[in-house]
């Protein structure tokens, strides 16, 4: 009969020969030494060195050659089809506020519903029509000024909304072509103001610009 009890040593060396391991059991006073340095500090079950998950370079992979942000021509879609949408929104809440406008004295009946929904009708695809038309303009400018030049900077957003204000009014004449030059000035320096006035402030936060 045996008489001598297995430590806590004993018992780990068992366990471990249980699961293949065989590997000698080490007491708190041996392990409190042994340094930790290069061991991960997330889990200590991941035998992982931590140094290979942080990532100093960008998530994507963009072709050789390729810009970090999108050109005029893969926005101009987007700014198409968001001027389309917003001039319909806009047109349905006009026509349907001159609809009721001028069919309150009539009463509730199927000519005055019919009545509103040919004005929202009418209102919603011209002013879808009439923003659809500047975005499109403003896209084709914009990009045939950044081939131009070839660079992409806030000078092409000022020059391509001063230039679609100018072909937008040139059916009015000359002054007409002036006043939609200044207000295509306007707009375009002031939306050129908005992305760049971070940059201004001395801020040190940076958004990401959509010309």
Same mark, same amino acid.
């Given at each position: 009969?045996?008489?001598?009890?297995?430590?806590?040593?004993?018992?780990?060396?068992?366990?471990?020969?249980?699961?293949?391991?065989?590997?000698?059991?080490?007491?708190?006073?041996?392990?409190?030494?042994?340094?930790?340095?290069?061991?991960?500090?997330?889990?200590?079950?991941?035998?992982?060195?931590?140094?290979?998950?942080?990532?100093?370079?960008?998530?994507?992979?963009?072709?050789?050659?390729a810009n970090k942000t999108r050109g005029r021509f893969?926005?101009?879609?987007?700014?198409?089809?968001?001027?389309?949408?917003?001039?319909?929104?806009?047109?349905?809440?006009?026509?349907?506020?001159?609809?009721?406008?001028?069919?309150?004295?009539?009463?509730?009946?199927?000519?005055?519903?019919?009545?509103?929904?040919?004005?929202?009708?009418?209102?919603?695809?011209?002013? &879808?029509?009439?923003?659809?038309?500047?975005? +499109?303009?403003? @896209? =084709?400018? %914009?990009?045939?000024?950044?081939?131009?030049? #070839? $660079?992409?900077?806030?000078?092409?957003?000022? &020059?391509?909304?001063?230039?679609?204000?100018? +072909?937008?009014? @040139? =059916?009015? %004449?000359?002054?007409?072509?002036?006043?939609? #030059? $200044?207000?295509g000035l306007a707009l375009s320096g002031a939306y050129?103001?908005?992305?760049?006035?971070?940059?201004?402030?001395?801020?040190?936060?940076?958004?990401?610009?959509?010309?």
């Amino acid at each position: 009969m045996d008489n001598n009890p297995q430590g806590s040593s004993g018992t780990k060396s068992g366990l471990g020969g249980l699961f293949g391991g065989g590997a000698p059991g080490y007491s708190n006073t041996e392990l409190a030494g042994v340094p930790l340095t290069g061991m991960s500090p997330l889990s200590p079950y991941l035998n992982v060195d931590p140094r290979y998950l942080v990532q100093d370079t960008d998530e994507f992979i963009l072709p050789t050659g390729a810009n970090k942000t999108r050109g005029r021509f893969e926005l101009a879609f987007f700014t198409i089809g968001g001027s389309c949408m917003t001039g319909a929104a806009f047109g349905v809440v006009n026509g349907l506020r001159m609809g009721l406008k001028e069919t309150r004295d009539m009463a509730w009946s199927k000519p005055r519903n019919v009545q509103i929904i040919n004005m929202v009708t009418r209102q919603g695809a011209s002013w &879808a029509n009439t923003l659809g038309s500047v975005a +499109l303009l403003y @896209s =084709a400018c %914009g990009v045939v000024i950044e081939k131009a030049r #070839g $660079v992409e900077d806030d000078v092409n957003t000022v &020059a391509a909304g001063t230039l679609t204000g100018m +072909l937008f009014k @040139s =059916a009015s %004449g000359l002054k007409g072509v002036a006043r939609g #030059g $200044v207000v295509g000035l306007a707009l375009s320096g002031a939306y050129a103001l908005y992305n760049n006035w971070n940059h201004i402030t001395g801020s040190s936060s940076s958004s990401s610009r959509l010309y």
